[in-house]
């Protein structure tokens, strides 16, 4: 596998972002409907409620610089809902693929030891699934040509800084 030279910024797909906010539209409308048909109340404020809370999320992760995935020579940025977390390469043990849900699989990794402390969830994660967090997006690539891709980084920057 051929690397580009670093930082690249990947997008997650934009046909999954709009089918999220067709999602949580439906979702607001059935809410809304069973409440005013009074078909059943309680339900239907409940789905008014969730959808109602997720629908702006799925709208503003549309905007340009909401969701990214960025790598650059010190590690991997993972920006999501504008808020951005940054790993570091040199924290990182492992990239591979794993499926939570059927037909959903998802890029996971792991942390070396000691370089991050390990939560209850992390700890239960990396029992069930063999991983301790994970990419929340594709991000392009399928799931396992970017932990391919993502492993192919891990290594060349573990072995030293590439002149480009």
Sequence with gaps: MELQALPITLLPARNGLWKHLLGTGLITALGASSVYWHFSTLAGWGLLIVGGLLTPIAVVQLLPGAASLTLDQDGFHVTGLYRRTSYRWDEIEE??????????????????????????????????????????????????????????????QAEGPVAW
């Design 95 to 156: 990239f591979g693929v794993y499926l939570p849900v059927p037909k959903k699989k998802m890029v996971g990794f792991n942390f070396r030891s000691g370089t991050r402390p390990k939560s209850f969830f992390m700890k239960k994660s990396r029992s069930k699934f063999g991983y301790e967090a994970a990419l929340g997006d594709l991000y392009g690539p399928s799931p396992d040509k970017l932990a391919e891709m993502m492993n192919a980084y891990l290594r060349q």
